[in-house]
Every structure is written in structure tokens, then in C-alpha cells.
């Protein structure tokens, strides 16, 4: 020790500190891991702001000597980028300052700290999306994304954007209708459905996807009619208008004509190649176009499958609605396909909570796991049955008496399923990383 300062010889090169080197390189690059020398004094560019404080931070330090070569004088460069001289020793060995020895440690700490936050980032969109903020002191809020909702114009919108003939809506379903709700039942963000009230005029949707780019993603309504949109409307609505997703109602192809037909096809397939997934409205019953839906699974197995309302597959008490049941668990074996949890007054016999619907979410559990499945409320059309704030109440969880849902399982169903599968729509949210730090696991 001299004057209070560590000397250690490092001859004839610098002195390589290997594990604050990695991690100093992951923090400021972000890419793999380098062992390089650390200079005496690190700009502040490459520094983590947090990082950079602890660099300030003064105390005992460590410095290093190496020969002295055509003078003897020489100047370094000090924390601050200025240059102060450096003598030369007796010995002919020059004394150059580094890092702090506390500093370095508080660094290599924190650098560790900032590394791992980078790599579980990488793990699970769940990272930021299925817990997102903390509320409170060891508290934590639950991300909640409502993976089925429409919205119409209300009466003075109208006059903008007019409903299809013979569509006109009897509940309120404006947009400010909808963030009013969500606020208070303290749901995050929201898949908003194009609605037949408007049948194959996006203009509403489309401007309220603009408008609130932070909160909803949009999933456009398939044109399968003789003479319609088809595919070319169905790309311009997902390149152009910022729709993340189609809807194949059954009930719009033409009379005779099953969703296999050839247009259907080219739709479906062209949702797969542009990583949007297709949800399937089967409100006649599963059992009338499963067949359908698997033909489309087996040739196409890219795209992505979203099952409406639980397939509108209701507690079976007959032969027949045991047998739809057991298809839409069969259809499981597809890894493309995922199940909305939604719309539970729909499929269930009694009321709120539909209690008669827990032993369906048990075996669709069993059979997809959470991160297939993803509750949404169906939104308007929920508020006049349970309320919308009372819509995620149905799904039991650790805290309830008759609970079966572990806290991570409703992380996912909650939010954590909707942020992975619409994960392009949702970067705009600021709730995923980039797709070169997710891969391309999902939408496979």
C-alpha cells in the first residue's frame, strides 16, 4: 500500500480484469459476453446511467504500473476525459489510475444485476407482460388483457361511421364506453373484434386502433363473398390499417360453400405467412365446422388458431354436446391452437360466477395448458349479463375456496397468452422485447 492506494504490477501489458470486463460488456453493448482489458477511465456513453454513478463513486482505488517507454512524462486520461501527466518511478515503471476498488465491485454488481434482467427478458414474454408494475410495497399488479371485445359507433358517431343495413346495435358500444370500463375494472389493454354491426367497413375499428395504439390491437373480419375483398383486402387491413389478427365467421361464406373453399384457403394461408392468427366463430354449434378447422390445422400449420367462447361448447349433458366437447379437447393436438376463455354467458347454464363451467376450464387446462388459453369478456355484450368488472371474476384463483388455478397459470390466461401470440401488435405497448430477442416460437 501506497498513500492508501494498492499497487499491482502488471507487466508488460495492461491488466486484464476478466470478470468485470464481461459483465461491463454485456451491460454496454448487449451482446455476448468479451474479455477485454478495462481502461483506467470508461466513457460516459458506454455506461448504464446506474452503472455510471457507481463509476463516480471515489474511494480507495486500484491502479496498476507498466513500463515507461520514449518519455517520462506521460498523460492519461482522468474520470472526467481530461488528460493529467503521469510521472515515471525510480524503478522506470509508470502508475496509472483505474477503476475504484469499491466502484469496481459495485459495478461488477450491478452489471451482473443489469445481465440477468437482460436474460430472463429473453425467457418468457411473461417478463413484461403478465406481471407488469408493482403496486405498493411487496405488492404486484397482474397485467390484464381482454383477448375478445367489439366496439361500434355510438348514435353521434354514426353520422361518420354508419352501421350495415339492418345491423344497427341496441347497446352502447363506443369506444369511450369501453376505456370508461376498463379503467374501472383496472384491465390494461384489449383485442378489439370487428363487430357485424359494421360487417366489412373497418373505418371504426381502424380509427380507434389509431387513436389508442397503446391499448388495443385489432382483429379485421374475413370478406369470403363472391366478388369481395378476400385476400387482397384482408393484407391491406393488417400492412395498412395495423389489424393483428382475422375473424372466419362461417355464416358470411356463400350459401353451400364451407370455409375450406378455395378463397378461404388463400385467406388463411395469407394470415399464417403475415403472423396474425385466425379466430374461428362457430356460434351454430363446434360440431358443424370442426371438420373444417382441422383441414385448415393439417395443411396449414403455420397459422396461428384462436378458438371463440370456448368453441360455444356448453356443459354437455347430452351425447351430442359431449361429443363437441371432446373435439375441441382433441384439438389440442394442434400446437397452433389456443382457446378464449370468454364469453362465459354464452356457454354456461347458470349465472354469475358459472360455477357449471369450472370443470371445462379443469380439462382445457389438462389438455392446452395456460399459455393457450386467454380470457376474454365479449365486451358490450357482458356488461347487460355480469358486469364487466365482474367478467375475469369468473376464473377461480389461489385466494378462493374452490381454487384450481395456480397464480402463474392466471398470469398467462389473464394476459401473459394474448401478449405472446399478438406479440408484434403489442410491442407498441412497450410490454415485449424485439422479435430478434423473442424468436419466432409463437406464431410457428
Not at 486500484?62 to 518519455?71: D, G, I, Q, V, W
Not at 370487428?194 to 371504426?204: A, E, L, M, T
Given at each position: 500500500?501506497?498513500?492508501?492506494?494498492?499497487?499491482?504490477?502488471?507487466?508488460?501489458?495492461?491488466?486484464?480484469?476478466?470478470?468485470?470486463?464481461?459483465?461491463?460488456?454485456?451491460?454496454?453493448?448487449?451482446?455476448?459476453?468479451?474479455?477485454?482489458?478495462?481502461?483506467?477511465?470508461?466513457?460516459?456513453?458506454?455506461?448504464?446511467?446506474?452503472?455510471h454513478h457507481l463509476w463516480q463513486y471515489s474511494g480507495c482505488?486500484?491502479?496498476?504500473?507498466?513500463?515507461?517507454?520514449?518519455?517520462?512524462?506521460?498523460?492519461?486520461?482522468?474520470r472526467d476525459g481530461a488528460h493529467s501527466p503521469v510521472r515515471a518511478s525510480k524503478s522506470g515503471y509508470s502508475t496509472r489510475r483505474v477503476l475504484p476498488i469499491r466502484a469496481l465491485l459495485a459495478l461488477s454488481a450491478a452489471a451482473?444485476?443489469?445481465?440477468?434482467?437482460?436474460?430472463?427478458?429473453?425467457?418468457?414474454?411473461?417478463?413484461?407482460?403478465?406481471?407488469?408494475?408493482?403496486?405498493?410495497?411487496?405488492?404486484?399488479?397482474?397485467?390484464?388483457?381482454?383477448?375478445?371485445?367489439?366496439v361500434w359507433a355510438s348514435p353521434e358517431e354514426a353520422k361518420m361511421f354508419p352501421f350495415f343495413p339492418g345491423q344497427e346495435p341496441t347497446l352502447p358500444g363506443s369506444a369511450n364506453f369501453l376505456l370508461k370500463n376498463m379503467a374501472e375494472a383496472g384491465v390494461d389493454g384489449a383485442v378489439i373484434v370487428?363487430?357485424?354491426?359494421?360487417?366489412?367497413?373497418?373505418?371504426?375499428v381502424s380509427s380507434v386502433l389509431k387513436m389508442y395504439p397503446e391499448k388495443f390491437v385489432g382483429m379485421c373480419l374475413a370478406d369470403p363473398t363472391e366478388g369481395g375483398g378476400g385476400v387482397k383486402e384482408l393484407e391491406r387491413l393488417i400492412v395498412k390499417e395495423?389489424?393483428?389478427?382475422?375473424?372466419?365467421?362461417?355464416?358470411?361464406?356463400?350459401?353451400?360453400?364451407?370455409?375450406?373453399?378455395?378463397?378461404?384457403?388463400?385467406?388463411?394461408?395469407k394470415a399464417g405467412e403475415l403472423r396474425v392468427p385466425v379466430g374461428f366463430m362457430c356460434f351454430k354449434g363446434l360440431m358443424l365446422h370442426?371438420?373444417?378447422?382441422?383441414e385448415l390445422c393439417r395443411e396449414f400449420p403455420r397459422t396461428t388458431v384462436l378458438m371463440d367462447h370456448l368453441g360455444f361448447c356448453k356443459p354437455p349433458l347430452t351425447?351430442?354436446?359431449a361429443e363437441a366437447w371432446n373435439r375441441l379437447l382433441n384439438l389440442s393436438k394442434y400446437s397452433q391452437v389456443y382457446v378464449k376463455l370468454s364469453a362465459f354467458f354464452r356457454v354456461s347454464r347458470e349465472p354469475f360466477p358459472y360455477n357449471d363451467t369450472w370443470p371445462l376450464l379443469k380439462q382445457l387446462l389438462e389438455s392446452y395448458g395456460a399459455e393457450r388459453l386467454m380470457w376474454g369478456s365479449d365486451f358490450p355484450f357482458v356488461v347487460a349479463e355480469c358486469g364487466y368488472i365482474n367478467s375475469w371474476q369468473v376464473l377461480p384463483t389461489e385466494n378462493s375456496t374452490d381454487?384450481?388455478?395456480?397464480?402463474?397459470?392466471?398470469?398467462?390466461?389473464?394476459?401473459?397468452?394474448?401478449l405472446s401470440v399478438f406479440q408484434d401488435g403489442w410491442r407498441k405497448f412497450g410490454m415485449l422485447p424485439d422479435s430478434s430477442d423473442l424468436g419466432d416460437e409463437v406464431l410457428t
Open positions: 500500500m501506497v498513500d492508501g492506494r494498492m499497487q499491482l504490477m502488471a507487466h508488460p501489458t495492461t491488466l486484464s480484469l476478466s470478470l468485470s470486463s464481461h459483465f461491463c460488456a454485456v451491460a454496454s453493448s448487449g451482446g455476448a459476453p468479451r474479455h477485454r482489458p478495462l481502461p483506467s477511465a470508461l466513457p460516459n456513453s458506454l455506461l448504464n446511467p446506474h452503472l482505488s486500484l491502479s496498476f504500473r507498466r513500463p515507461a517507454t520514449r518519455a517520462t512524462t506521460s498523460h492519461s486520461a482522468s451482473a444485476v443489469v445481465f440477468l434482467r437482460k436474460r430472463r427478458s429473453l425467457q418468457t414474454p411473461k417478463v413484461r407482460g403478465s406481471v407488469a408494475v408493482s403496486q405498493g410495497e411487496g405488492m404486484e399488479k397482474m397485467t390484464r388483457i381482454d383477448a375478445h371485445l367489439h370487428q363487430p357485424i354491426n359494421h360487417k366489412f367497413d373497418h373505418s371504426y395495423n389489424f393483428s389478427g382475422v375473424r372466419f365467421n362461417p355464416y358470411l361464406w356463400p350459401s353451400g360453400q364451407k370455409m375450406t373453399n378455395e378463397v378461404g384457403k388463400a385467406m388463411f394461408a370442426v371438420d373444417e378447422i382441422e351425447e351430442e354436446e381454487a384450481f388455478l395456480t397464480d402463474e397459470q392466471l398470469e398467462w390466461i389473464m394476459g401473459g397468452t394474448a
